[in-house]
């Protein structure tokens, strides 16, 4: 009894383990995912003290990696330039993921990392000066739910998407946080010591869909007849739409590529 108790238990935990990487694995899938930035509050203290909002920023695009090595391409690069233009913040921080839940109907994800580049970076917000940056860090921590497939709605991905991704957590979860020394001294003066941080961040982001890797040569929501006839009327050609693996030529690879998916949809 006692070892079939442990086999059902054991089968019960590959089940939900199934079910626990649904929603991350078809973000995965995607290759990327558009973000907006809605504003937020930042703060500064030490040698500067002011505190005030950041304006909403431009939808960008993130680009998923496994940047770790750990096996889940969820991983990001947060350009803190692209974000915050108006600050002149010219730094890039890994966001490595973790899923923190999916039960197939809600994921949650969570993105961190951090930088010590001390090197000296000129900044115009709000005052115009130069900070040695010794610490950066960077956290983010998304919802993910289904919506009906359709196009980006910021614009930004070229294939449909069919999730969408909500901050959750509030500032323990969202929060960009920056240390350094004002004038950029060549030691640590803690006279300059300064940290910003930028909280009660609200974004979205869009994401999932069929992307072009796996056969979906025309960025719809299924992989049908319709694709295969692309590829198989651009056949011989370097009609980038239907190269599925960029190799410069729509050939019998790619055409496998959308047979071997055919039916795939979301």
């Known amino acids: 009894m006692m070892t079939k108790g442990l086999t059902i238990g054991a089968l019960s935990a590959l089940m939900l383990a199934g079910v626990h990487a649904q929603l991350a694995q078809e973000l995965a899938r995607g290759g990327n995912f558009s973000w907006k930035f809605n504003g937020g509050n930042y703060a500064i203290s030490g040698a500067l003290n002011t505190s005030g909002t950041v304006s909403a920023s431009n939808p960008v695009a993130f680009f998923f990696r496994d940047a770790n090595n750990d096996g889940l391409a969820l991983d990001i690069t947060l350009d803190v330039g692209q974000l915050l233009p108006d600050i002149g ?12 839940s999916d039960d197939g109907t809600t994921a949650v994800i969570d993105w961190r990392g951090q930088i010590q580049p001390n090197q000296c970076i000129q900044v115009t917000q709000p005052i115009q000066t130069t900070i040695r940056v010794t610490n950066v860090q960077g956290k983010l921590r998304g919802r993910v739910t289904r919506i009906t497939c359709g196009t980006d709605p910021l614009g930004q991905l070229s294939q449909n998407v069919h999730l969408r991704i909500d901050d959750e957590g509030g500032n323990a979860f969202n ?17 300059l010591f300064v940290r910003a941080s930028i909280s009660d961040a609200d974004w979205f982001g869009y994401g999932g869909g069929l992307p072009i890797t796996i056969g979906n040569v025309n960025g719809d929501c299924t992989i049908d007849d319709a694709d295969l006839l692309q590829v198989l009327f651009n056949f011989g050609s370097s009609d980038a739409s239907s190269d599925t693996n960029g190799d410069g030529t729509v050939d019998d690879a790619d055409l496998l590529t959308v047979l071997f998916n055919f039916g795939t949809s979301v």
């Not at 240390?179 to 060549?186: A, I, K, M, Q, V």
């Open 89 to 100: 913040l010219s730094v890039t921080v890994d966001l490595i993921a973790t899923v923190v």
């Open 175 to 191: 929060e960009l946080s920056l240390e350094g020394y004002l004038f950029c001294p060549p030691e640590n003066n803690q006279f």
